[in-house]
Structure formats: structure tokens, C-alpha cells
């Protein structure tokens, strides 16, 4: 098996197969190498951002099928049992993504140190 050299440079990692000359990089072991190249475990806040951002998507989603279906209706004049139910809906979701994107703000801001 052939040696490998392993380097830090900031956040930067190196996996090389012959040495590095620069003296910006800092040689360090295999096995801090691995430790440092883990994927880190995401923080609650940063987990519950992730979950808000999905939250986020799907009820968007939502919102453009339904204003598709009540577009519909306003323009062709189609005849939908469900219209003023998803017109209504339509409202209710404007209303909940604007308090979703509030807290997406507010939980990017506290994550970024802003």
C-alpha cells in the first residue's frame, strides 16, 4: 500500500500522494485527517431550520397547485365544487408562509450570529 500524506490548510484537507512544499499546510495524521473529514452532526437549530424549509416548500407547492385550480375557474369559467374551498385554502396557506418565512429569518439570523 502506498503512503499517502495527509494536510490542513485552514478548513482545507489534503489526502496527496507525495508531500506538500507549502508551508501553509500543516501535516497531520490519518487519523486526524478522518476525525476532521466526518460530516458534522447538525445542531437542533439547524435541524429545526431544515424542518422549517421543508414545511416551507411543501406548503408552497400546495399553494401553486390550488392557485392553478381556482385560476382555472376565474378564467375558463369552469364549474369546481371545491372553489371557494380552495380559494379559501389559497389564503390560509399566503398566511402561513409569510409566518414561516418570519421564522426562517429570524432562525437564519440567530444560526449566522446576525
Do not use: W
Request: overall charge negative; proline content about 4%; glycine content about 2%.
Amino acid at each position: 500500500m502506498e503512503k499517502r500524506y495527509y494536510y490542513k490548510c485552514g478548513n482545507s484537507l489534503l489526502n496527496v500522494k507525495s508531500p506538500v512544499d507549502n508551508p501553509d499546510y500543516i501535516e497531520i495524521t490519518e487519523q486526524e485527517f478522518n476525525e476532521l473529514s466526518k460530516p458534522k452532526e447538525p445542531t437542533a437549530e439547524q435541524k429545526a431550520l431544515q424542518e422549517k424549509r421543508k414545511l416551507h416548500d411543501e406548503k408552497e407547492a400546495l399553494l401553486t397547485k390550488y392557485k392553478h385550480d381556482v385560476e382555472q375557474v376565474d378564467l375558463f369559467g369552469m364549474q369546481r365544487d371545491d372553489y371557494a374551498e380552495k380559494k379559501a385554502l389559497c389564503a390560509q396557506l399566503v398566511r402561513e408562509l409569510k409566518e414561516l418565512e418570519q421564522e426562517l429569518r429570524e432562525l437564519e439570523e440567530r444560526l449566522n450570529g446576525n
